[in-house]
């Protein structure tokens, strides 16, 4: 093995790693801005007459904030893996990146939806038919609520989960288990999906919820791995170069 040839395997290592970083970084910051989003869209999802009242528009904004966070850090997820990814299967490590975006088009349209509820409320005076004005607020809510189910839920559980979960078991850049983990976590995210789209349970739903929990833990999991400890075996890969060069 050349200097030359050590020098850009260590050259290919550090890059490597912060991609890992970034990855890791990103993962967090979806998982903790997806939560606060929905935390904070609380008032306009629960209350059937939102668009009547006093309102709570500042913290729905912030939520809407949240979820332009969350957009911009999914993006970042996959434009960070999908150099790594791409050498192993590039047509899946392509099919996750549109994933990715398809999610974020579903958040954006739920996005969008709950914007104009606020508009709505805004100038409920100004429009008056106080009917006319809640029939067209909820159907917006409910618009918003068929977006995070096919969005995050779906599409995500198929892309973040299985195909993501897929690639790094090919890998090996994760610990092989919990890659498992993210593919059974997003076969039943998707299932659970499918399940409320033809009205089996609700989205709510203590099917729903337990369901969500191993991709919950799979994205949790990503985060904190890739941050702190970085794609698996790379660091003995590196080792084993220099030592023969």
């Known amino acids: ?13 550090v890059a490597d790693r912060q991609r890992s970083l970034t990855a890791g970084v990103l993962f967090l910051v979806t998982f903790v801005s997806a939560i606060a989003g929905v935390l904070l869209y609380a008032p306009v999802l629960d209350d059937p007459h939102y668009v009547l009242g006093a309102g709570a528009d500042v913290r729905v904004l912030s939520g809407i904030l949240c979820e332009a966070v969350l957009i911009a850090a999914n993006l970042g997820t996959a434009l960070a893996l999908f150099p790594v990814l791409r050498r192993r299967a590039e ?19 739920g996005m969008l939806c709950l914007l104009t509820v606020v508009t709505l409320r805004q100038h409920a005076a100004a429009l008056g038919d106080p009917d006319a004005l809640t029939a067209s607020a ?38 092989r288990p919990m890659a498992v ?32 929990l191993p991709e919950i833990v799979w994205e949790a999991f ?17 080792a084993e170069v220099r030592g023969a060069a």
Not at 188 to 212: E, H, K, N, R, Y
Not at 222 to 238: E, K, M, Q, T
């Open 1 to 13: 093995m050349t200097t030359t040839s050590t020098a850009g395997v260590a050259t290919d290592f």
């Open 91 to 109: 047509g899946l490590a392509l099919g996750y990146v549109v994933a990715r975006v398809m999610e974020c088009v579903f958040i954006a349209v």
């Open 138 to 175: 909820q159907t917006l809510v409910a618009l918003r609520n068929w977006t995070f189910l096919l969005g995050p839920g779906f599409v995500a559980g198929i892309g973040n989960g299985v195909l993501l979960g897929w690639l790094l078991l090919r890998s090996g850049l994760v610990p």
């Open 181 to 212: 983990v993210g593919m059974v976590g997003g076969s039943l995210v998707a299932l659970s999906g499918i399940g409320v789209l033809f009205g089996l349970w609700s989205q709510g739903s203590p099917v729903s919820a337990v369901a969500t």
């Open 222 to 238: 990503l985060g904190v791995y890739l941050a702190f400890v970085g794609f698996r075996g790379r660091g003995r890969v590196i």
